[in-house]
């Protein structure tokens, strides 16, 4: 096959065409997320909570032993998105959770 009739792939982020060898080469460069212990999280994982973390603008406190269920991974390797019971937009960093 010649470079010429490569298949192209619209890249959301940076707005343009490239060829689909080149963002399957970007996509194996991706950061792997990893909680306090070392392991691996991924989207969907739940984790627990290992310190008392006091959560800015909402008055609350999230206990050490809190289990947080569906997680999303963000653009940065060292935090990951969340929910909990009155808490919208909830960030935690990697390095105060482990993996379920």
């Known amino acids: 096959m010649a470079a010429d009739d490569d298949e192209y792939i619209y890249d959301e982020v940076t707005g343009e065409w490239r060829p689909a060898s080149e963002v399957a080469a970007a996509a194996g460069n991706e950061a792997v997320v990893r909680d306090a212990s070392g392991n691996v999280l991924a989207d969907g994982d739940?984790?627990?909570?290992?310190?008392?973390?006091?959560?800015?603008?909402?008055?609350?406190?999230?206990?050490?032993?809190?289990?947080?269920?569906?997680?999303?991974?963000?653009?940065?390797?060292?935090?990951?998105?969340?929910?909990?019971?009155?808490?919208?937009g909830l960030v935690l960093r990697t390095e105060f959770v482990r993996k379920r």
């Open 46 to 88: 739940s984790v627990t909570v290992i310190k008392d973390l006091k959560v800015k603008g909402a008055g609350q406190t999230l206990k050490q032993g809190t289990v947080i269920r569906s997680i999303r991974l963000t653009d940065n390797p060292e935090e990951i998105d969340c929910r909990h019971d009155g808490i919208k």
